[in-house]
């Protein structure tokens, strides 16, 4: 079955740095990655589409000068959280798909960010 | 705007019983619906979808129903066990012609509670 890989899983960071976290799909081609982001006890919420070769589009509300989404390869997805502070530690969790309709979501097993 | 809510926050059964979680969904739009399943720590995971066409569609111990008329969604676990808790979502997709995002809007959730 279709395997999206995040990495890291975990990561504890202070205040002002900077945090990439990759998003791989290691069996197929992913034309289209999603990243959401999920505060304890609450539901996902899609923080930016990103498709292989172009820009990222972002959701209402999400700075995208503070989110920075790449989508170099069919195959990687990076969001770099810049500048991080205590009110961006979350679950962030990416997503990828197939090119086509109807291809379904795999979704990785998230990264937990702890900003001190 | 687009809403996705669940009425049970927390559903607690006994091992052996059936488990029903509902989702209600305000678009009508919406044509291609995801029930996923979550454990602590981990990605959303995939258990049954349906599009608009059906009204129901049943997988091993899962079956989904669909009633399109009140805007609703339910998930039904035959025998569940230990195993099946975790925070169960229900997941919508819009129709591709709409020009609005092609992701999944999520509901708030409802934690299942297998009680041995």
Known sequence: GAVVSQHPSWVICKSGTSVKIECRSLDFQATTMFWYRQFPKQSLMLMATSNEGSKATYEQGVEKDKFLINHASLTLSTLTVTSAHPEDSSFYICSARRQGAGQPQHFGDGTRLSIL | GESVGLHLPTLSVQEGDNSIINCAYSNSASDYFIWYKQ????????????????????????????????????????????????????????????????????GSGTRLQVQP
């Open chain 2, 39 to 106: 454990e602590s720590g981990k990605g959303p995971q995939f258990i049954i979808d349906i599009r608009s066409n059906m009204d129901k569609r049943q997988g091993q111990r899962v079956t989904v129903l669909l009633n399109k008329t009140v805007k609703h969604l339910s998930l039904q676990i035959a025998a569940t066990q230990p195993g099946d808790s975790a925070v169960y979502f229900c997941a919508l997709k819009r129709r591709p012609m709409d020009t609005g995002r092609r992701a999944l809007t999520f």
